[in-house]
């Protein structure tokens, strides 16, 4: 499966309950559900919540940004993550959320997994220092870290 194929069932013998879809902006209250989330909050350094005028912002440059992608995860008929890629010259760089009310069942490793099979090229994962869940993400997709700096860990993968 290509992760440009929305709506399409993975073959992938792990993750063959997930497919992608491309964000749009009838996504835009769901995502910010998501970013607003205390565990989110949290594992981003207990930053305060983003008002609807910033999300809106956001997601709108990301949307028309030809160099990111903004995709979707489903599982069955449950919308259960999004995974950002953007597309810099050097590498792409890979971010990622899981929803709270699926936390804790492996979507992070597959979904993520699922991506970064389908990028050819170096790769790049920021994580928070405190977010272990991501940090356990970027490590099963085999992302090597790099940097330590302050409470944020840098991830890559060549």
Excluded at 46 to 66: C, M, N, S, T, V
Excluded at 92 to 112: L, N, Q
């Amino acid at each position: 499966m290509r992760i440009s194929d929305h709506n399409r069932k993975d073959s992938h013998p792990n993750s063959a309950d997930l497919s992608f879809y491309a964000a749009s902006q009838a996504d835009s209250d769901l995502l910010l559900t998501w970013a607003n989330d205390p565990g989110v909050r949290a594992a981003s350094g207990d930053r305060p919540p983003i008002q609807y005028a910033e999300h809106e912002k956001w997601l709108e440059g990301i949307l028309q940004d030809p160099h990111s992608r903004l995709m979707m995860v489903r599982q069955a008929h449950a919308v259960v993550g999004v995974v950002r890629i953007i597309h810099a010259v050097e590498y792409h760089e890979i971010s990622w959320t899981v929803a709270p009310e699926f936390r804790g069942r492996g979507i992070g490793c597959k979904m993520v997994a699922m991506v970064t099979a389908e990028l050819s090229g170096p790769l790049r994962a920021t994580v928070e220092k405190s977010n272990a869940a991501s940090i356990k993400v970027a490590q099963a997709a085999g992302f090597e870290l790099y940097q330590d700096k302050e409470n944020v860990l840098f991830y890559r993968r060549n």
